[in-house]
């Protein structure tokens, strides 16, 4: 696991990041000049089959939480990946996209 505390100018980031075998963790809080603070969690996780899923939310200073979630996989060097975000407001952005890998 690795933690990053850093000041700069008048905002404050904390950051922890775990990995493993079993995928990427990420908790995050930034505190902006005015004490407002945004906190942040997601994980990414393999299948073992050449594709992944992820998932995680934002927080805002007002207590709204924003998630999303979604996954990808590869293939012949083309990967293909989709994902679904919820806002603060109950309504969804769908996102989808390829790209090629070398």
């Known amino acids: 696991m690795k933690t990053l505390i850093a000041l700069t ?6 950051a922890t990041a775990t990995a493993s075998a079993q995928g990427f963790s990420r908790e995050s809080t ?4 005015a004490g407002n603070t945004i906190q942040r969690q997601g ?3 393999p299948d073992g ?3 992944w899923t992820r998932q ?3 927080t ?3 207590g709204n939480t924003a998630t999303y979630q979604g996954g990808g996989s590869c293939s012949g060097g083309k990967c293909e990946y ?3 975000r919820t806002t603060r407001g109950g309504g969804t952005v769908n996102r989808s996209g ?4 070398n």
Do not use: D, E, K, Y
């Open 9 to 14: 100018g008048a905002v404050l980031l904390a």
């Open 30 to 33: 930034v505190t902006g000049p």
């Open 43 to 45: 994980t990414v996780t």
């Open 49 to 51: 089959q050449g594709g």
């Open 56 to 58: 995680g939310s934002v």
């Open 60 to 62: 805002g200073p007002a």
């Open 82 to 84: 989709g994902s679904t």
């Open 98 to 101: 390829s790209f090629n890998r």
